[in-house]
């Protein structure tokens, strides 16, 4: 046996941060488990377990690359990182000359634990046009709990620390035991159901603990909104309201009993097909057994209501007395090293800047601090002056994140020049002009601070990235240093250094915090009813303009927005658009995620991908069967923007009269030219981009209409996929010198 150690880090193989300890063995990293003595309790899942087979990837990128044949054709030859970094500086400076500095953008997928560089570098370079999935996922929520309450971020309190634990858990359009997504981390949530009287699960399909739950009720998608609304007609209907929050630290009752007095029980069932009943007794056992939290999932900011869904559901924790109060939901006192995401704050968005943000003039909320995606697609596509010139895009994949796929690839391919930061080749690196190889977890060292919350930890390098990979946060160190030195550093340790440096009153450094691994809050100096101290406000009160938690808001109202709650319908739906319906009769949704891969990713690793190897989409079988639809037959999805593949699951607990897809879906294996399968089985092929919420600019990615039939035998012969087996086309870099 070789030397063994074990070296302690932290898992971000999703948003998770689950403590892990890898034990290596001359220098290999051999073993992976979960740290019994972190946050996380030793816990770990599938994805973080593979991450062995993830480092030691036959088609990890190995070194920067330039484009050689035509975008999309594969070709690439490798250059080195001068000749890269110097080349994506040059590229920057015409383009801010030419165009302006607001035609350059900064990119990135989901959190990947480093939004903080993502945004100084954008901001750096004067520009706030950064591209984020932000708007449907996430942003919404904070955007929403920010403007009602005057702060952002607004947590389940699973934890017991105030003393008690939650006596009603909603789960709605979330399923947190697997996604352990948006600061909350699913061993908690497990823990608190020990406790738990009423866990009520708000899913048209059943997630793992809708068998288990006090009540489930399975909306029609994209009616979340007028569930919410019929909720509180019951609340203020049986005078189930906190008397004592509502009065002393609300505003806007009054107008808000009035404006859900039309969401009766009957109608709400119209809208939101569940029997009254069931939103009868979930708005009883929310009020009456206190203290309660609501767990929201992103399949609702994913729709083109999101502003109002997320506005109604926040006035429901309002209503209940659910904030501040142990075992509901609660804001995090920080670590004492302050938000690591001070790192981007401290430079300036400015008027000019924010002036020149894609779709700032019609998304209010959304595109106050970030691009409106979609809008510049039309833009782009609209043959006018393209909005963005320079698009430095770091681990993600609007291409195949974004509504209509179509028209993203479209107006991606007409980018003037895009690098993609990456692991591994994908349709979005197929589209890109540079690609620049980057590190795993396992080989960087870090802050983990995925979204504020109550600890950050260390991500501690366990071995190095294969050939010339580098970290994220090298990367953009090295950029901003060749253009705009002043705002960036030496050397990576400097940076950390720097970002740390709060912490034990003013002198932590990286190399402590390397060796503490988890700095914050494990229970004891977290703070309750902040709002009842002089915490936010001197005298008590919420950070708001009225000082009140705010039913009735006067901040939408000045942006021009309904101040209070409103339901619509999706762009597409049985009631808004029934022309429509009669010739795509299904109500779908695509947004629900698998626990063995994220987003995107994954398909590549075998373990993990051996657990379903095609998309899954799912179907009640009696609905299945009014299309000649059995269980595990490939069928046609089809709307008016197109049509895709998957495989059919008939599945008794999803609603009847619909179908739920696997979203982010391409095929690793398939070969560059035609975008590794993008447009055989992503569901955004189907997605419609005209419909955009409108604060936020958020398109109805989970709620629209289709038409679905079985493929044929001889449609099944036909060769959609260029290569039989995983794994046999797609080249390694190693190939291409
Ligand atoms: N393992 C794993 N973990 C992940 C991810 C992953 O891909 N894999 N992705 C990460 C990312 S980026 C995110 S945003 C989070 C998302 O995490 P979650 O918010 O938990 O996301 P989903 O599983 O997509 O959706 C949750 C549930 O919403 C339901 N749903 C769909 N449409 C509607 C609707 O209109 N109304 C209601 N009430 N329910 C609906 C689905 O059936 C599903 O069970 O997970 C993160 N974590
Ligand atoms: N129809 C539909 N569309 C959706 C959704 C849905 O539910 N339905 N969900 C939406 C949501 S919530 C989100 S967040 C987006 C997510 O969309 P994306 O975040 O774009 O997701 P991925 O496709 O996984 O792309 C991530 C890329 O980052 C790379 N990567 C992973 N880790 C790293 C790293 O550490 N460094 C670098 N440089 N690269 C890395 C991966 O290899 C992959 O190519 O999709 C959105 N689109
Ligand atoms: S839940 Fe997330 S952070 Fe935890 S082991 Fe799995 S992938 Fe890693
Ligand atoms: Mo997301």
């Keep these: 046996m070789g030397e063994r150690k074990v070296i302690y880090s932290t898992c971000k193989s999703c948003h998770g941060g689950c403590g892990v300890k890898v034990t290596v063995e001359d220098g290999v990293p051999i073993h992976i488990e979960g740290n019994p003595d972190s946050l996380t309790r030793g816990t770990m899942c599938s994805k973080g377990l593979s991450s062995i087979q993830h480092i030691d990837n036959p088609f990890r990128l190995k070194y920067p690359m330039k484009r050689v044949g035509e975008k999309g054709e594969g070709k690439w030859k490798r250059i080195s990182w001068d000749e890269a970094l110097d080349t994506i500086a040059e590229k920057i400076k015409e383009s801010q000359e030419k165009y302006g500095k607001e035609s350059v953008a900064v990119s990135q997928g989901t959190g990947r634990g480093y939004n903080r560089y993502i945004h100084r570098l954008a901001r750096s370079l004067g520009t706030a046009n950064v591209i984020s999935p932000g708007y449907v996922c996430h942003s919404p929520r904070l955007g929403l709990y920010g403007l009602v309450t005057g702060y952002g971020r607004l947590y389940c309190d699973y934890h017991g620390w105030g003393g008690e634990f939650p006596k009603t858990n909603i789960m709605w359009a979330k399923q947190l035991e697997i996604s352990s997504a948006d600061s909350e981390m699913c061993n908690w949530f497990i823990q608190s159901l020990d406790y738990c009287k009423n866990l009520i699960i708000i899913d048209p399909r059943a997630s793992a603990y809708a068998t288990r739950a006090t009540l489930w009720l399975q909306p029609r998608p994209g009616s979340d909104c007028a569930l919410a609304m019929g909720m509180m007609n019951v609340i203020f209907n049986e005078e189930l309201w906190d008397k004592e929050f509502v009065e002393n630290w609300t505003y806007g009752f009054e107008e808000l009993r009035e404006r859900v007095k039309e969401w009766t029980p009957e109608k709400t069932e119209e809208v939101t097909w569940i029997p009254k009943e069931k939103i009868i007794e979930a708005a009883r ?134 690098v993609q930061v990456d692991q591994f080749m994908g349709p979005m690196a197929e589209a890109a002009d540079m690609v620049l190889p980057a590190a795993h977890w396992l080989e960087i060292d870090d802050v983990y601070d995925m979204h504020p919350r109550f600890f950050i930890s260390a991500h501690n390098k366990v071995v190095d990235p294969p050939g010339e990979a580098k970290a994220d946060a090298w990367i953009f160190n090295e950029i901003g240093k060749r253009v705009v030195p002043e ?64 039913f009735y808001s006067k901040r939408l109202e000045e942006l021009g927005y309904d101040p209070l709650p409103v339901f619509r319908e ?19 949704s695509s947004g629900f995620r698998q626990p063995f891969y994220f987003l995107g990713q994954y398909r590549n690793i075998p373990w993990l991908r051996s657990f379903m190897e095609y998309p899954m989409c799912q179907m009640h079988p009696e609905t299945a069967a009014k299309y000649g639809i059995s269980d595990g037959d490939w069928i046609w999805i ?44 992503n569901p955004n092929v189907l997605t419609n981009n005209n419909h955009l919420d409108p604060m936020y600019g958020s398109p109805d990615l989970t709620c629209l209409l289709c038409r679905v039939r079985k493929c044929t035998e001889e449609e099944l012969q036909e060769n959609v996929f260029q290569t039989e087996e995983f794994g046999t086309v797609q080249k390694t870099v190693d190939d291409l010198d």
Excluded at 309 to 336: F, H, K, Q, Y
Excluded at 366 to 380: E, F, H, L, S, Y
Excluded at 571 to 584: H, M, Q, V
Aim: hydrophobic share 35%; glycine share 10%; charged share 25%.
């Design 487 to 550: 705002h960036w550093f030496d050397n990576m340790e400097e940076m950390l250094d720097y970002q740390v440096r709060k912490g034990h009153d003013g002198n932590m450094n990286w190399k402590e915090f390397s060796e503490k691994i988890v700095n914050g809050c494990w229970g004891q100096d977290q703070i309750y009813y902040k709002y009842k101290t002089d915490y936010w406000r001197k005298g008590g009160g919420f950070p708001t303009a009225t000082g009140k938690f705010e």
């Design 285 to 418: 056992l929310w009020a009456i057994d206190t203290p309660g939290t609501i767990q929201v999932g992103s399949s609702l900011e994913r729709q083109a209501n999101c502003g109002h869904t997320l506005r109604a559901i926040t006035c429901l924790m309002g209503l209940t007395g659910n904030i501040e109060r142990p075992g509901s939901m609660c804001s995090w006192v920080l670590p004492d090293t302050g938000l690591i995401e001070d790192f981007f704050l401290e430079l300036p968005l400015t008027e000019e800047m924010r002036s020149k943000i894609v779709g700032v003039d019609k998304y209010k909320m959304g595109a106050a601090r970030t691009c409106n995606p979609d809008t510049m697609v039309k833009t782009i596509l609209g043959g006018g002056e393209a909005p963005i010139h320079v698009w430095i895009s770091v681990g993600g994949q609007q291409i195949v994140h974004m509504a209509n796929t179509k028209e993203v690839a479209e107006a991606i391919e007409k980018i003037d020049f895009l």
């Design 570 to 588: 999706p762009g597409e739906s049985p009631y808004r658009t029934p022309e429509l319906f009669k010739e795509y009769p299904v109500v779908m």
């Design 638 to 681: 089809e709307t008016p923007r197109g049509r895709i593949r998957q495989k059919c699951r008939t599945f008794p607990g999803i609603l009847r009269g619909m179908l739920m897809a696997t979203a982010n879906w391409f095929y690793p294996e398939e070969p560059a030219n035609n975008y590794h399968g993008l447009f055989i089985s």
